[in-house]
């Protein structure tokens, strides 16, 4: 208790100033702001039993971290891990916009996308491996500036505005809005989803009810928008997932006019579909990627407070530089994390022993309160 109680307090002020990695920590429905789910709710919840009520999901992903390729056919593919609905919903009126705030994001690379799932009834009751996702907004990288949808999102304040089409039936949604990081996209596992959900009715006079996709259908591991270096000039990217929505001609009154770009906040559309000639590029750029990540081979690169830099550089396909620490509080350097967390336990007292990583980095990082760390111990990524 006493070590959980430490990890809070450091949680608490780590959230108040900087983050790792990032989450949605507020959203705006038409104009009005609504709270998000906050990492240290889950440790109010912890030593409380319970915590605000709100509408954004409960998910612990406590050190803001991701949903890995290997875990793509699992439900935390939906809505983060361990997730659970919020008990509110906000509204939003079918053709206004729901804007995403995360906090500071520190990956330019990857698109950004974002899902609804009619809950047929009060979301705080959705069962999250039956909801059917329908892709509402998507946005991957600019073939002209070679400017990533994630860089458009930090670019904006750290904001995504996703515009609702109109022709959506009202009704009871999750949101899923999703960044897919892809800075160590050209290994297997290397993608990095994070998905963040919200529960939000939409209102109007919409008629539309498209079918979605389960969460464990929206990806691959080796799905040509997932398993791809990104350290190329890119004329083709398949944006993940299943098509984007169109809206079904004579559904809503005025209905075509969302079907585009749906978002005021990026200069990023998808154009793969028009583009599929030219789409060996993706496909040969991978095939120099490493077989597996191996935790064994991870700790030839344990010290690295350069490692902000490793991504810009590794520009040949290979072997991306491994990163080292990754926040902290007090963390000044690279935000960007290896997906090692995962095995990482809340309290110290879970906490297994790689065998060949006790390096100081990490013990001080234990005497600094349980800060999930996410350093090396597991992947090669860039
Ligand atoms: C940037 O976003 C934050 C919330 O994440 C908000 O509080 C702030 O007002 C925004 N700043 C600007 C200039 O829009
Ligand atoms: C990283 O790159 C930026 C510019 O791209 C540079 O200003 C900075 O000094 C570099 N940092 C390190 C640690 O090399």
Redesign the pocket.
């Known amino acids: 208790m006493a070590a959980l109680k430490t990890t809070l307090a450091a949680v608490a002020a780590f959230a108040g100033t900087t983050a790792a990695h990032g989450f949605v920590s507020g959203f705006v429905t038409d104009g009005t702001w609504n709270q998000g789910f906050l990492l240290d709710y889950y440790y109010l919840l912890v030593n409380t039993g319970s915590m605000p009520d709100i509408a954004s999901w409960y998910a612990e992903n406590l050190d803001s971290g991701f949903v890995s390729p290997d875990m793509y056919q699992t439900s935390d593919i939906n809505c983060h891990i361990n997730s659970e609905p919020g008990v509110l919903t906000s509204s939003v009126e079918a053709g206004g916009t729901v804007e995403f705030q995360w906090t500071e994001w520190p990956h330019g690379i990857g698109p950004v996308l974002t899902y609804v799932a009619a809950c047929g009834g009060d979301c705080a009751d959705a069962d999250k491996t039956a909801l059917e996702w329908v892709k509402i907004d998507e946005a991957g990288i600019d073939y002209d500036t070679q400017v990533w949808a994630a860089q458009d999102l930090i670019d904006n304040n750290n904001t995504w505005a996703t515009a609702v089409p109109s022709s959506l039936a009202s009704g009871n949604y999750v949101f899923r809005h999703e960044i897919i990081a892809l800075h160590g996209g050209g290994s297997e596992n290397g993608a990095q989803n994070y998905p963040q959900c919200i529960n939000i009715e939409i209102t109007g006079s919409g008629t539309d009810s498209p079918s979605g996709t389960l969460g464990i259908e929206l990806y691959g591991a080796d799905d040509p928008g997932i398993l791809f270096n990104p350290y190329v000039t890119v004329t083709d990217y398949v944006i993940p997932g299943p098509a984007l929505y169109a809206p079904s001609s004579g559904s809503g009154s005025d209905s075509g006019s969302d079907d585009s770009t749906t978002t005021t906040t990026t200069t990023t559309t998808s154009s793969a579909a028009t583009t599929s000639a030219t789409s060996e590029a993706a496909e040969t750029t991978t095939t120099a990627a490493p077989t597996t990540a191996s935790a064994t081979s991870t700790t030839t690169t344990t010290s690295s ?2 490692a ?2 490793t991504t ?1 550089t590794a520009s040949s396909g290979d072997t991306v530089a491994l990163y080292g620490q990754c926040g902290g509080i007090g963390h000044a ?1 690279s935000t960007t994390c290896a997906e090692a967390w995962r095995d990482e336990e809340v309290s110290e007292q879970g906490r297994q022993d790689d065998d060949d990583d006790d390096d100081d980095e990490e013990e001080e990082e234990e005497e600094e309160g349980g800060e999930e760390e996410c350093h090396e111990t597991g992947g090669l990524l860039g």
């Open positions: 407070s350069a902000a830099n810009t350097g």
